[in-house]
């Protein structure tokens, strides 16, 4: 878990979560990276029950995810979610999303972040995120979006990025936080079509049996 995600995720917590309540917290993808950071460290100084969910067992996961698009848990049950660097690298990560809304109780919150740049990383890498990508899942399963905020590159006093001024611990991944809140009154029709979504994508299961097609040479001439 790079060093500016972990900031992210400490501030959502600050800002949103009471220091006088108990929140059930689903940790979505809460596996430890190599550096063996995980998200329990940014929620020592809150009332948490704390339930790391994952698709591979491994330090930090307290249940497998025996399909990969279905959160063994019942519907309602936890008040907070927060998954970190996970997104990217979920193939169809609206369905997660969907799972994600089921498993929330009604006026609970989600904490997301996902990168908006940064290089090819772990075995599947699949997408980027902006605060549009925020907004985007926010209507797919119908949640109120309180928050989308992109670390946009640092700008070149004469115009453009300023590259140079880009280091890994503070914004060589651009990190999207995306803030979201479950409505008292959850649309009805999600479930029929989260249901289809996931039994879909768990059908599927990913994209291992699609050949890598990564180009080797250069798509666009310069005009002459």
């Known amino acids: 878990m790079h060093t500016s995600a972990m900031n992210h995720m400490r501030l959502s917590v600050e800002q949103y979560l009471k220091r006088d309540r108990h929140y059930d917290v689903l940790d979505f993808g809460s596996q430890a990276a190599g550096n063996g950071r995980t998200h329990r460290e940014v929620l020592v100084d809150h009332d948490v029950t704390y339930t790391g969910v994952d698709v591979v067992a491994g330090e930090n996961v307290d ?86 905020h992109t670390d946009m590159p640092p700008k070149h006093p004469r115009g453009g990025v300023d590259y140079a001024r880009v280091d890994y611990e503070r914004n060589y991944w651009g990190d999207t936080v995306g803030v979201f809140r479950k409505p008292q009154e959850y649309s009805m029709l999600v479930a029929p079509v989260r249901e289809v979504i996931v039994w879909w994508a768990n059908r599927v299961n990913g994209i291992e049996h699609v050949p890598r097609k990564y180009g080797t040479k250069k798509r666009f001439r310069v005009a002459l």
Request: proline share 7%; charged share 20%.
């Open 63 to 148: 249940i497998v995810m025996a399909k990969p698009y279905r959160i063994p848990a019942r519907a309602r049950s936890f008040d907070v979610v927060i998954t970190g660097s996970a997104f990217e690298h979920i193939p169809f990560m609206w369905a997660s999303f969907l799972e994600i809304a089921r498993v929330l109780r009604p006026g609970g919150l989600v904490f997301l972040t996902a990168p908006s740049r940064g290089h090819i990383h772990f075995d599947m890498d699949c997408w980027r995120f902006y605060p549009d990508s925020m907004r985007a899942l926010a209507a797919f399963a119908r949640m109120q979006l309180l928050e989308a």
